[in-house]
C-alpha cells in the first residue's frame, strides 16, 4: 500500500455495529480509521450557521493563537482520557469498599454572551507574555475646555 499511495476503504464490523473505514500505511504498520456515512456528513449550509466576514485584527489574532498553539508532531502523552481516568478512580474506591454518590447534575448552560475576541486575547497574552509586542504608553488625558461662543 505504502509503494502504491493509496489506502483501502472497508466494512468492519465492531460491538454489534458495522462502520466504514479506511486502511492506510504509516510507519511499517496499517491504520484503522473510522469514516461516516453520508446521512452523517452535514454540508454547512445544512447546519443553517450565518458565515461573517473577518476582519484584518481577528485574522491576525487567529494567525498568532495558531501558531503559539500548534506543535510539530502529535504527541500522544500530551492527552489524557478524563473519562476512563475518572471511571478507574470510581472502580479503585469501590474495590477498597468505600461507597460514593452519584455526581451532581452539571449546572445548566449560561445565556451569558462572552466576547470571544476579548477572551482570545486574554488567553494569548497569558501564553506568551514573553513574546508580546511592546505597546506605547497612553498619554494623560487631555482636559477638554469649552470656547464661549461670541
Known amino acids: 500500500m505504502a509503494k502504491s499511495g493509496r489506502t483501502a476503504l472497508a466494512k468492519w464490523a465492531w460491538r454489534a455495529k458495522e462502520y466504514v473505514v479506511q486502511v492506510r500505511p504509516v510507519d511499517g ?10 446521512d452523517e456528513v452535514r454540508s454547512i449550509e445544512a447546519l443553517g450557521v450565518e458565515l461573517v466576514d473577518v476582519g484584518a485584527a481577528e485574522l491576525q489574532l487567529a494567525l498568532r493563537l495558531i501558531e503559539q498553539t500548534s506543535e510539530d508532531a502529535y504527541r ?3 492527552f489524557v482520557d478524563e473519562e ?3 471511571i478507574l478512580a470510581a472502580v479503585e474506591r469501590k474495590i477498597a469498599g468505600r461507597t460514593f454518590a452519584a455526581p451532581a447534575a452539571p449546572p ?22 514573553a513574546r ?4 506605547r504608553t497612553a498619554a494623560a488625558p487631555r482636559a477638554r475646555t469649552r470656547q464661549s461662543e461670541p
Open 132 to 135: 508580546k509586542p511592546a505597546r
Open 108 to 129: 445548566a448552560p449560561s445565556a451569558e454572551v462572552i466576547d470571544l475576541v476579548a477572551a482570545l486575547r486574554a488567553s494569548l497574552d497569558a501564553i506568551a507574555p
Open 76 to 78: 500522544p502523552e500530551q
Open 29 to 38: 504498520g496499517l491504520v484503522l480509521q473510522q469514516l461516516l456515512y453520508a
Open 84 to 86: 476512563k481516568k475518572r
